[in-house]
């Protein structure tokens, strides 16, 4: 199973769509792509084109995000408590909550926001 991070989600479904093939191959390959509410929180929040929010639809309908319920908030407040520079990055712990908590790599084209979270692990970037 995959998370994918709001990063990969834009790099995928907007502009020149640089991360399409990524996902696309991903889904060829079988896996189970999955996205957390926070991650449409962030997608949503952005100036989205219809097509846009029609394809993330298509690939990751709301109506199966993985909500944000007690166990992510609390497996999120330990990976704060963890860190010494936690503070600015709520959102990050949450989805990386959503990772560890589903055993999930996180497809992430940020990954200096991520390394550093003891039990996340991370896409590789060829993979």
Known sequence: MILVDTSALVDSLTG???SATRLRALIED???LVVPSLVLY???????????LAAQEALFPSRDALPFGPPEAAQASELY???SRARGREIDLAIAAHAILQGAALWTLDPRDFED???????????
């Open 30 to 32: 079988g896996e189970r």
């Open 16 to 18: 020149p769509r640089r």
């Open 81 to 83: 408590r963890q860190l």
């Open 42 to 52: 962030e997608w949503r929040r952005g100036p989205r084109l219809e097509e846009e």
């Open 117 to 127: 979270l003891p039990g996340v692990e991370l896409v590789p970037p060829n993979r």
